[in-house]
């Protein structure tokens, strides 16, 4: 593991300049070629002029569970604000980390709580929290910078360098589905807000379909390769089967088909509960 911080700043210097890259692509295609203007669903999301970023979280609590479930869901806020930085392997290898410098001090980060629903209990007695809040996101990169720096982390996988005053990248997809069965349509909808890689998410239903539109955040901007390992790896491992593919991509539109074989109490039982991403 490398110690030399030029090379640290090198590689951050890289990281940032390819993602300018990413946005300025962005912006050529929803300017620059009218023919694809209709198929684009959205430009890339940023954190605001202040640094916040609105996220949604939710957290689950085993009956034997003592840490307050609603600093539970304030440390999932702050994974999923991590989580516009560096991918989930990345965090998983600096867990311990991550954890004592940024989501022990949660509550550091957050600026305004929007929405906080009142808990809920499961059937089988697991109680849930849902947290949507601003969420200081440039703060957090910058913890995130001087932590790995001091501990001679090698680098970050997609962020730019504070000092360049950039913001995090994430991009708005929407996901339409088809042929759900009654009632996953609002499980589906908690799964993806427990999802790290998805900050924001809201449901839509035109008939019989629920439609999402979600932020996701990645080390790519390939709108199929953000789905895919953001949204349906973790799900799919949770679900113990592939049960939604992509049928179709338009721009930054995805559409995602329930396969007929999972339609089993078993697997139907699983979605809305917690996922371990």
Do not use: W
């Not at 050529?28 to 009218?34: N, P, S, Y």
């Not at 999932?76 to 991550?98: G, P, S």
């Amino acid at each position: 593991m490398s110690s030399n911080p030029k090379s640290f700043s090198n590689t951050l210097t890289q990281v940032g300049a390819a993602a300018l890259v990413v946005v300025v692509g962005m912006l050529l295609l929803m300017t620059g070629d009218k023919s694809r203007e209709a198929t684009v669903a959205s430009a890339p999301v940023f954190a605001d002029a202040q640094g916040l970023l609105a996220i949604s979280a939710v957290a689950y609590a085993s009956p034997s569970e003592t840490q307050p479930l609603r600093e539970l869901a304030q440390q999932r806020l702050i994974e999923k604000a991590v989580a516009l930085y560096i991918d989930t392997n990345f965090q998983t290898r600096h867990r311990e980390l991550i954890a004592s410098q940024l989501l022990d001090r949660s509550d550091q980060y957050i600026r305004a709580v929007l929405e906080e629903p009142p808990p809920r209990l499961g059937r089988d007695g697991m109680r849930s929290l849902t947290l949507r809040a601003n969420v200081d996101v440039i703060a957090v990169q910058k913890t995130l910078q001087t932590v790995l720096l001091n501990e001679h982390v090698p680098q970050i996988q997609h962020a730019p360098d504070p000092s360049t005053a950039a913001v995090p990248l994430a991009y708005r997809l929407l996901l339409r589905t088809l042929a759900l069965p009654e009632g996953v349509d609002e499980k589906l909808l908690d799964d993806l807000i427990g999802l790290r890689a998805v900050p924001a998410v809201t449901m839509t239903r035109d008939g019989s379909n629920a439609h999402y539109e979600a932020v996701i955040s990645g080390a790519s901007d390939d709108p199929i390769e953000l789905v895919g390992v953001g949204l349906l790896g973790p799900l799919h491992q949770k679900l113990g089967k592939a049960c939604l593919g992509i049928t179709r991509r338009q721009g930054f539109e995805i559409t995602l088909a329930f396969e007929s074989s999972c339609n089993t109490p078993e697997i139907l039982g699983k979605f809305g509960g917690p996922t371990s991403d």
